[in-house]
T-cell receptor, first 114, second 123 residues
Framework: DVKVTQSSRYLVKRTGEKVFLECVQDMDHENMFWYRQDPGLGLRLIYFSYDVKMKEKGDIPEGYSVSREKKERFSLILESASTNQTSMYLC?????????????FGPGTRLTVL | AQKITQTQPGMFVQEKEAVTLDCTYDTSDQSYGLFWYKQPSSGEMIFLIYQGSYDEQNATEGRYSLNFQKARKSANLVISASQLGDSAMYFCAMREVLIIRRAGGTSYGKLTFGQGTILTVHP
């Protein structure tokens, strides 16, 4: 079974703090994704990575950065957390090439910025 | 740009009845994939069913089926014989096939999600 894990289920941070959200997958997938989920808006893509050290901006990259130093790990970084970044953050991974590939999601991190 | 619309914020169904969750999409691509995910209160997203744009038959997975009407750009999820454990948020998503080409291989594009529908199954 594909397993995607996220470092925290719940996180509370203060405005201005630097925040790291970690995601690890154990299936040697090349593609990894970070989404945020907000009520009424569904999931919106922040960044994705299709290889180590490679990244692409998604729909809402402002205020975020990412790091992929190893294939299995994809980190989302909030350089200076703000209250409007309070949200549920979901990480996902998928294998390459196959046209039917789904994405496998982690359990999510609910981040509150005070 | 791709767009997914789920017009039902919430749906209610009696246990053992069937329910249809609506999803319409908009894309200029000829080739695309459509997915449905379930998100229980625990938060994780569970893949349910997939339909390719060139698939001639509607996809089915156990109690889940996808009513795919390409001309109308709709991909409704039908859950038969609802169970209490089906109570959850359901998301429709589309995967663009525009791929990023890189040395040594290719990768496929991102998923675009709808707003979600909360399904409540009553006993």
């Amino acid at each position: 079974d594909v397993k995607v894990t996220q470092s925290s289920r719940y996180l509370v941070k203060r405005t201005g703090e630097k925040v790291f959200l970690e995601c690890v997958q154990d299936m040697d997938h090349e593609n990894m994704f970070w989404y945020r989920q907000d009520p009424g808006l569904g999931l919106r893509l922040i960044y994705f990575s299709y290889d180590v050290k490679m990244k692409e901006k998604g729909d809402i990259p402002e205020g975020y950065s990412v790091s992929r130093e190893k294939k299995e790990r994809f980190s989302l970084i909030l350089e200076s957390a703000s209250t409007n970044q309070t949200s549920m953050y979901l990480c996902a991974s998928s294998p390459t090439v196959s046209s039917t590939d789904t994405q496998y999601f982690g359990p999510g991190t609910r981040l509150t910025v005070l | 740009a791709q767009k997914i619309t789920q017009t039902q914020p919430g749906m209610f169904v009696q246990e053992k009845e069937a329910v249809t969750l609506d999803c319409t999409y908009d894309t200029s691509d000829q080739s695309y994939g459509l997915f449905w995910y379930k998100q229980p209160s625990s938060g994780e997203m569970i893949f349910l069913i997939y339909q390719g744009s060139y698939d001639e038959q509607n996809a089915t997975e156990g109690r889940y089926s996808l009513n795919f009407q390409k001309a109308r750009k709709s991909a409704n999820l039908v859950i038969s014989a609802s169970q209490l454990g089906d109570s959850a948020m359901y998301f429709c998503a589309m995967r663009e096939v525009l791929i990023i080409r890189r040395a040594g291989g290719t990768s496929y594009g991102k998923l675009t999600f709808g707003q979600g529908t909360i399904l409540t199954v009553h006993p």
